[in-house]
């Protein structure tokens, strides 16, 4: 079975998504959908010593109903060099600061001029440091269209894809038809997330922050920290 997942490609995925990303053989970065201010697409959450804060890449004005493919970096400000700062700042203590910091500097330090590039820049070095295997192909290389389900169908079997990986089958939403990917061929896993208590720098524990928290503390282990945060049963449908 190859497994599929998709999901935008968010700013420093917190470990859920990260967990998601890591259990599938591919992960295709979902970038021909529209950006939004509102969720995670260009900001994370990381964990400093006065609580939780909150990290934005800035990006020029986005027109309305803009692609996440189409949003760029703003290049004319330091905000790289802000953020390297703020992270050397806050994490400079944690057990593998040392180890991981100037792999996320590199990231931070290449020209990238758009926003995806830049978020699958860093999502790709922390699998390759965490040693996860997982291939990532963007969605805008592929053909696709149609509504999501037709998408979502198209995307998973683009990329060799029997299974797809979910976040999203059994809640509350409901923009995918899970019959019409079973009657396309495709089983369906649902990842059952439980978020791990680790070992932070400060007290107390601060929960659903950007996973680069996790890897500053725990290094590679992070990558067994991950997998066991998760279950991924096959869906009853």
Not at 49 to 76: I, T, W, Y
Not at 134 to 153: C, E, M, P, Y
Not at 206 to 216: A, H, I, R, S, T
Request: overall charge neutral; proline content about 5%.
């Amino acid at each position: 079975m190859v497994g599929v997942c998709l999901h935008q490609p968010n700013f420093m995925p917190w470990t859920k998504l990260m967990a998601k990303i890591a259990a599938s053989d591919v992960y295709v970065v979902y970038d021909s959908v529209q950006f939004t201010r509102t969720e995670y697409h260009n900001r994370q959450r990381i964990r400093a010593s006065s609580g939780p804060m909150l990290l934005s890449v800035p990006v020029r004005n986005a027109k309305h109903r803009q692609r996440l493919c189409e949003v760029r970096l703003v290049e004319d400000s330091d905000w790289r060099g802000y953020h390297l700062r703020i992270l050397e700042q806050e994490y400079r203590r944690s057990p593998f600061f040392g180890e991981v910091f100037p792999l996320v500097a590199q990231v931070y330090q290449r020209p990238h001029r758009m926003l995806v590039d830049f978020n699958i820049d860093l999502v790709a070095t922390l699998c390759e440091y965490l040693e996860c295997r997982t291939k990532i192909v963007k969605a805008t290389d592929l053909s696709h269209d149609g509504d999501n389900t037709d998408r979502l169908i198209q995307l998973t079997i683009a990329v060799g894809g029997d299974e797809h990986i979910t976040s999203t089958w059994g809640t509350d939403r409901k923009y995918i038809e899970w019959g019409r990917v079973a009657d396309a061929g495709l089983k369906v896993r649902t990842h059952e997330f439980t978020h791990p208590v680790y070992r932070q720098q400060f007290d107390p524990f601060v929960p659903y922050l950007g996973v680069l928290d996790l890897v500053f503390a725990q290094g590679r282990a992070a990558a067994e920290t991950i997998a066991r945060s998760s279950d991924f049963p096959y869906a009853p449908i």
